[in-house]
Protein backbone atom coordinates (compact mmCIF):
# COMPACT_ATOMS: atom_id res chain seq x y z
CA UNK A 1 0.00 0.00 0.00
CA UNK A 2 2.95 2.59 0.96
CA UNK A 3 4.70 1.33 -2.52
CA UNK A 4 1.55 2.34 -4.50
CA UNK A 5 0.84 5.41 -2.27
CA UNK A 6 4.60 6.27 -3.10
CA UNK A 7 3.98 5.72 -6.98
CA UNK A 8 1.03 7.79 -7.33
CA UNK A 9 2.40 10.31 -5.45
CA UNK A 10 5.28 10.53 -8.08
CA UNK A 11 2.95 10.71 -11.10
CA UNK A 12 1.38 13.32 -9.67
CA UNK A 13 4.36 15.30 -9.63
CA UNK A 14 5.33 14.48 -12.55
CA UNK A 15 2.48 15.43 -14.30
CA UNK A 16 2.54 18.95 -12.43
CA UNK A 17 5.56 19.89 -14.11
CA UNK A 18 4.66 19.21 -17.46
CA UNK A 19 3.86 22.53 -18.71
CA UNK A 20 5.43 26.10 -17.42
CA UNK A 21 2.71 28.35 -16.98
CA UNK A 22 4.87 31.01 -16.01
CA UNK A 23 3.08 34.33 -14.53
CA UNK A 24 -0.22 32.96 -16.62
CA UNK A 25 -2.59 33.29 -13.87
CA UNK A 26 -1.65 36.11 -11.85
CA UNK A 27 -1.54 38.15 -14.96
CA UNK A 28 -4.70 37.10 -16.91
CA UNK A 29 -6.83 38.04 -12.92
CA UNK A 30 -4.81 41.24 -13.61
CA UNK A 31 -6.39 41.24 -17.27
CA UNK A 32 -9.92 40.29 -15.81
CA UNK A 33 -9.84 43.03 -13.78
CA UNK A 34 -8.59 45.68 -15.87
CA UNK A 35 -8.66 45.00 -19.34
CA UNK A 36 -6.92 47.81 -20.21
CA UNK A 37 -3.62 45.89 -19.00
CA UNK A 38 -3.91 43.38 -21.97
CA UNK A 39 -0.05 44.19 -22.51
CA UNK A 40 0.82 42.81 -18.89
CA UNK A 41 -0.90 39.70 -20.08
CA UNK A 42 0.83 39.78 -23.26
CA UNK A 43 3.65 40.13 -21.96
CA UNK A 44 3.29 36.90 -19.73
CA UNK A 45 1.94 35.11 -22.74
CA UNK A 46 5.10 35.65 -24.89
CA UNK A 47 7.50 34.98 -22.05
CA UNK A 48 5.64 31.60 -21.78
CA UNK A 49 6.28 31.08 -25.23
CA UNK A 50 9.75 32.05 -25.61
CA UNK A 51 11.20 30.48 -22.55
CA UNK A 52 9.32 27.04 -23.61
CA UNK A 53 10.70 26.87 -27.23
CA UNK A 54 14.05 27.57 -25.68
CA UNK A 55 13.90 24.84 -23.72
CA UNK A 56 12.38 22.54 -26.09
CA UNK A 57 9.24 21.93 -24.38
CA UNK A 58 5.69 21.53 -25.21
CA UNK A 59 3.68 25.22 -25.25
CA UNK A 60 0.79 24.78 -22.83
CA UNK A 61 -2.60 24.17 -24.86
CA UNK A 62 -4.42 27.69 -25.47
CA UNK A 63 -0.98 30.00 -24.94
CA UNK A 64 -0.47 30.72 -28.66
CA UNK A 65 -4.60 31.22 -29.27
CA UNK A 66 -5.04 33.58 -26.49
CA UNK A 67 -1.99 35.57 -27.39
CA UNK A 68 -3.19 35.72 -31.49
CA UNK A 69 -6.83 36.87 -30.16
CA UNK A 70 -4.89 39.47 -27.94
CA UNK A 71 -3.31 40.32 -31.03
CA UNK A 72 -6.67 40.24 -33.20
CA UNK A 73 -7.60 42.86 -30.74
CA UNK A 74 -5.28 45.26 -31.23
CA UNK A 75 -5.51 44.82 -35.22
CA UNK A 76 -2.80 42.56 -35.92
CA UNK A 77 -4.65 40.34 -37.99
CA UNK A 78 -1.62 39.03 -39.48
CA UNK A 79 0.48 38.53 -36.68
CA UNK A 80 -2.62 36.57 -34.98
CA UNK A 81 -3.20 33.77 -37.90
CA UNK A 82 0.30 32.63 -37.20
CA UNK A 83 -0.92 32.66 -33.08
CA UNK A 84 -3.77 30.79 -34.07
CA UNK A 85 -1.92 28.29 -36.87
CA UNK A 86 0.60 27.39 -34.30
CA UNK A 87 -2.17 26.66 -31.45
CA UNK A 88 -3.52 24.28 -34.27
CA UNK A 89 -0.15 22.87 -34.93
CA UNK A 90 0.95 22.16 -31.48
CA UNK A 91 -3.15 21.27 -30.76
CA UNK A 92 -4.32 19.58 -33.10
CA UNK A 93 -7.69 19.29 -30.92
CA UNK A 94 -7.98 23.07 -31.39
CA UNK A 95 -8.50 22.46 -35.64
CA UNK A 96 -12.22 23.61 -36.08
CA UNK A 97 -12.17 26.58 -33.30
CA UNK A 98 -8.61 27.68 -34.51
CA UNK A 99 -9.65 27.66 -38.47
CA UNK A 100 -12.52 30.00 -37.29
CA UNK A 101 -10.45 31.83 -35.69
CA UNK A 102 -8.04 32.25 -38.95
CA UNK A 103 -11.20 33.10 -40.91
CA UNK A 104 -12.42 35.86 -38.65
CA UNK A 105 -8.70 37.11 -38.72
CA UNK A 106 -8.35 36.91 -42.19
CA UNK A 107 -11.71 38.72 -43.47
CA UNK A 108 -11.67 41.35 -40.52
CA UNK A 109 -14.77 42.10 -38.80
CA UNK A 110 -18.08 42.97 -40.62
CA UNK A 111 -18.50 46.94 -41.16
CA UNK A 112 -21.58 47.83 -39.06
CA UNK A 113 -24.00 48.75 -41.96
CA UNK A 114 -23.85 44.58 -43.03
CA UNK A 115 -24.25 43.24 -39.45
CA UNK A 116 -27.20 41.31 -38.53
CA UNK A 117 -29.17 42.13 -35.54
Same mark, same amino acid.
Given at each position: ??????????????????????????????????? &? @??? !???? %?? +????????????????????????????? &? @??? !???? %?? +?????????????????????????????????
Amino acid at each position: MVASLLMFGGCVAQHAAKYDWGSYNPSLYTYYKDP &G @KAS !ELMT %SL +QTIINSTNAGHGAVPPGIYAEYGYLQLQQ &G @KSQ !EAVA %SF +QAEEQHWPESKAFMDRMIQVASTGPKPASTQEH
